[in-house]
C-alpha cells in the first residue's frame, strides 16, 4: 500500500486501486474507491460547497502482529471524526476517538477475528460487467444495539430499519433515498445514485451498486440526530422558503374532467365558508399523454378558469406526466431528437398505461428546455401555480433496470437520481421564469432532491389502517433522510367503497393524522368506477374513468364536522408551522420528527414509532388502527398540556388516552 497526501486529502493506491478520503464539510469525510484510472468527478448529491476545514493527515506504518513486519497505514482527523487506512485499504472511522463504523474483512493485516483469517474477505468488491462498470459491493461491521433510521420511503412498518433488506430502487410508493442515521452518533450517505441494495443485517452491514465506475460515500459524526441532519443538508442542501398559502387544505380527486368541475368545487367551498388553500387538475386533462396541454373539448378557457380560482384566494396545480404516447404531437421529434428514454433490446417501450409510451429523459439537458417550452407555454403562462410531477420514478411497465438508459448512462448505473432531474426540470426553469420559492408535488425523490422545492407524497397506496400504520414510519424516515417536505393522499389511494363505513372511519383518522403533518390533502381514487365516461373516443379528456366525489362534504355530516374541526385546527397552526418550515430552510430539521429527534437522551424514545413530534413542541398520537377509542401515550419527561381539554401531565412515562372518533391525543410542550 502506498500512501499520498494532498491539502485534505488523503491518498492510498494498491494493486490499481486508487481510495481517496477527504475532508468535506462539518466533522465529516468523504470516501471514494475505483479501480478505473481517474474518478469521474462527479459529486452526485453533495452539491453544496462544503464548509472550510483544515484536516490532519499522518502517514506511518504499525507492526503486524501475525509477522513482525512494519506495514505502512494513514489516517485522517476532520474536526470530530478521523479515518485509519491499513495496508488492506479497510477503512476504520472514529468519533473523537472512539470506533463508530469499522469497514469489514475477515483476512490478514490485523484482522479483528482470529477464527476467520482464512475467509478472506475485504471490506469491498469489484465484480467486472463484460465491457463496463463494476458491480461494487462495500462491507461494514454490525454493531449490536445500533439502530438505523432514514433511507427514504419502503411501505412497511418497521422505522427502525436495523435488521431490513431495502432496494435501492425508485417505484411507485418507494422512494430510494441512501442517507442512513445511526443511535451511534453519525450520519452515512450512499453517494451513488445506481441500482443495488442496502442491508443493515446483525452479522454484517452491507451496500451494493449495481454498475459503476466507483464507490463513493461519505459520513459525519454529531452529539444528537439534530446536528446529523445539519451537517447532511450542509453539503446536499437545504429546502428553499415555503409560501404560507400552500399550508391550507388542498383539495383533489381522480380525477376533475372538466373546467366547469373544477369551478363548480371551488364554487361550492367559497358557498360553505370553508377555506380552500389549493385544488389540483389530475392526470388526462390533455389529449394524450406528451401533449402537454389541456384538451380544448374540456377547458376551453382555462386562463379564464385560472384567473377565477386566483380571485377567490386559491392556488392551481396541474399534473405532469413524463411518459409520451408514440400518438403524441411531440412524439416524433422527441424520439428522434434523442430527448426520451431508450431500450436496450427489443422495442421502444416503457410504460403502457392507456397508451404506448415512452418516458422522457430529464437527464438530458436537451430534455429539460425542450419540455420546458411547452409547459411553460401550456401551463406556467396561463397562471398555474404548482407543477404536480406524477410517475416521477420513473413507472415503467417492468422495473427491469438493465433494459434501459438514460443520457447520464445506464439505469442501472443512475436510475435513482431521475426524479431529481424531472423535478430540476421545473424547479430551475421557474426560478429563471422569474417564480419565487417555486414548490412542485413529486412521487419521488433521491438525496438532495430537498433543495430543488420537493413536497413528496407517499405514492398509489391503499385504503388501509396497514397502509396508514406505514405512512407514519415513511414520513419520519423520510425527514431522517434529509427530506423535510413529505405528504400523504388522505385516505390512502385506492378505494374499492367510498361509501364503506371502515373507509369513512379510515379517513377520518387518516385526516386527523394529516392535520399534523406538513400538507393537508385531499386526494385519492374513490371505488368503484361506475361513473360513465363524458366522451367515446379512446383519448381525451373525457373518455377515461373518474373516481368518486371527495369533498370534505362527500362523506355525510359527521365527517364533515369532523374534516371542518380539524381544518380550523390547522388554520390555526399556519404561524407555527411557518416557523418549522423556515427551520427546515434553515438547518434542514423535518416538519414531522421521531420523538428520538427532540428527545435523543431519552432512550425510550429511541423506540417509539406510532407517535411523532410536529416540530419540538406538539406530541402527536394519531390513531392507526380500526375501531380503537383510547390509546397508550409515551410522554418524555417534562409536562404536557392535552390539546382538547387544556389538562396538564407530567412526562417520562406512559398514559392511556381517549380517543374518540372526533379526536386524537395532542400534547404541547411546556
Known amino acids: 500500500m502506498i500512501f499520498e497526501t ?48 483544515q484536516a490532519v493527515i499522518r502517514t506511518g506504518t504499525y507492526t503486524d502482529r501475525e509477522s513482525g513486519a512494519e506495514v505502512p497505514c494513514g489516517g485522517i482527523t476532520n474536526g470530530r471524526i478521523s479515518a485509519h487506512v491499513n495496508a488492506a485499504g479497510v477503512i476504520t472511522f472514529r468519533k473523537d476517538g472512539e470506533i463508530i463504523l469499522d469497514e469489514y474483512y475477515r483476512s490478514y493485516f490485523g484482522t479483528n477475528s482470529d477464527e476467520s483469517r482464512c475467509l478472506r474477505y475485504v471490506s469491498r468488491t469489484y465484480y467486472p460487467h463484460k465491457g463496463g462498470d463494476y458491480r461494487i459491493v462495500q462491507k461494514f461491521e454490525s454493531c449490536d444495539g445500533e439502530k438505523i433510521f432514514g433511507m427514504g420511503q419502503y411501505q412497511q412498518r418497521c422505522m427502525n430499519l436495523k435488521g431490513c433488506m431495502l432496494e435501492l430502487e425508485q417505484r411507485n410508493s418507494q422512494v430510494s433515498v441512501p442517507f442512513a442515521l445511526s443511535s451511534r452518533g453519525y450520519g452515512f450517505l450512499w453517494n451513488n445514485p445506481a441500482v443495488g441494495r442496502a442491508t443493515f443485517g446483525s452479522n454484517v452491514t452491507e451496500w451494493i451498486a449495481e454498475a459503476s465506475k466507483e464507490l463513493d460515500y461519505w459520513v459525519t459524526v454529531a452529539d444528537t440526530p439534530k446536528q446529523i441532519l445539519e451537517n447532511y443538508t450542509q453539503v446536499t442542501g437545504r429546502s428553499p422558503k415555503m409560501e404560507e398559502e400552500y399550508l391550507g387544505l388542498w383539495q383533489s380527486k381522480l380525477r376533475y374532467r372538466t373546467q366547469e368541475e373544477v369551478l363548480s368545487v371551488a364554487r361550492a367551498y367559497r358557498d360553505k365558508g370553508i377555506p380552500l388553500s389549493v385544488i389540483v387538475i ?30 377567490m384566494g386559491i392556488k392551481v396545480v396541474v399534473s405532469v406526466w413524463p411518459s409520451v404516447d408514440k400518438k403524441s404531437e411531440n412524439y416524433q421529434e422527441m424520439a428522434e431528437r434523442g430527448l426520451l ?77 431521475y ?81 364503506d363505513p371502515q373507509f369513512r372511519q379510515l379517513l377520518i383518522r387518516w385526516y386527523e393524522f394529516a392535520a399534523y403533518t406538513g400538507f393537508l390533502r385531499m386526494h385519492g381514487d374513490r371505488g368503484p368506477h361506475d361513473i360513465p365516461p363524458l366522451d367515446e373516443r379512446e383519448f381525451g379528456g373525457g373518455y377515461l374513468y373518474t373516481g368518486h366525489d371527495n369533498e370534505l362534504w362527500s362523506y355525510g355530516e359527521e365527517c364533515e364536522r369532523i374534516m371542518r374541526k380539524y ?57 392507526l388502527t380500526a375501531d380503537t377509542f383510547e390509546r397508550s401515550v409515551y410522554l418524555p419527561a417534562g409536562t404536557w398540556k392535552d390539546q382538547r381539554d387544556g389538562r396538564t401531565v407530567e412526562g417520562g412515562r406512559t398514559i392511556l388516552a381517549a380517543a374518540p372518533l372526533d379526536s386524537i391525543p395532542v400534547y404541547r410542550r411546556l
Open 6 to 53: 494532498q491539502e485534505n486529502v488523503l491518498i492510498a493506491k494498491n494493486g490499481g486501486e486508487q481510495i481517496r478520503i477527504e475532508a468535506w464539510g462539518r466533522d465529516a469525510l468523504r470516501v471514494r474507491t475505483t479501480r478505473e484510472p481517474a474518478f469521474t468527478g462527479r459529486n452526485w448529491a453533495l452539491t453544496e460547497k462544503p464548509e472550510e476545514t
Open 282 to 311: 389530475d392526470f388526462f386533462h390533455w389529449p394524450r399523454q406528451g401533449d402537454w396541454k389541456f384538451d380544448e373539448k374540456y377547458w376551453p378557457d382555462p386562463k379564464a378558469m385560472i384567473d377565477e380560482l386566483h380571485e
Open 341 to 417: 428514454i431508450r431500450t436496450e433490446r427489443g422495442a421502444a417501450q416503457t410504460y403502457d398505461f392507456q397508451g404506448d409510451c415512452v418516458e422522457l429523459d430529464p437527464t438530458n439537458p436537451e430534455t429539460r428546455a425542450y419540455v420546458w417550452e411547452k409547459c411553460k407555454k401550456n401551463y406556467y403562462d396561463l397562471g398555474v401555480d404548482i407543477f404536480w410531477l406524477d410517475n416521477s420514478e420513473p413507472d415503467f411497465v417492468q422495473y427491469d433496470f438493465d433494459q434501459y438508459r438514460y443520457y447520464l448512462g445506464t439505469a442501472l448505473s443512475c436510475s435513482n437520481i
Open 419 to 499: 426524479p431529481q432531474y424531472f423535478s430540476r426540470l421545473f424547479y430551475e426553469n421557474e426560478l429563471a421564469a422569474g417564480r419565487k420559492n417555486p414548490v412542485n408535488l413529486l412521487r419521488s425523490a433521491w438525496a438532495g432532491s430537498q433543495k430543488y422545492g420537493n413536497i413528496v407524497w407517499s405514492g398509489d397506496v391503499p385504503s388501509t389502517f396497514a397502509a396508514l400504520r406505514d405512512q407514519l414510519a415513511a414520513g419520519l424516515n423520510m425527514g431522517m433522510a434529509g427530506i423535510a417536505w413529505w405528504t400523504t393522499d388522505i385516505g390512502g389511494f385506492m378505494t374499492d367503497n367510498w361509501q
Open 567 to 623: 381544518l380550523q385546527i390547522r388554520l390555526d397552526l399556519k404561524p407555527y408551522l411557518m416557523s418549522l418550515f423556515d427551520e427546515a430552510h434553515e438547518n434542514g430539521s423535518p416538519v414531522i420528527r421521531p420523538l428520538f429527534y427532540e428527545f435523543p437522551e431519552d432512550e425510550k424514545s429511541w423506540e417509539i414509532s406510532d407517535e411523532f413530534m410536529l416540530g419540538s413542541s406538539y406530541l402527536v398520537a394519531p390513531v
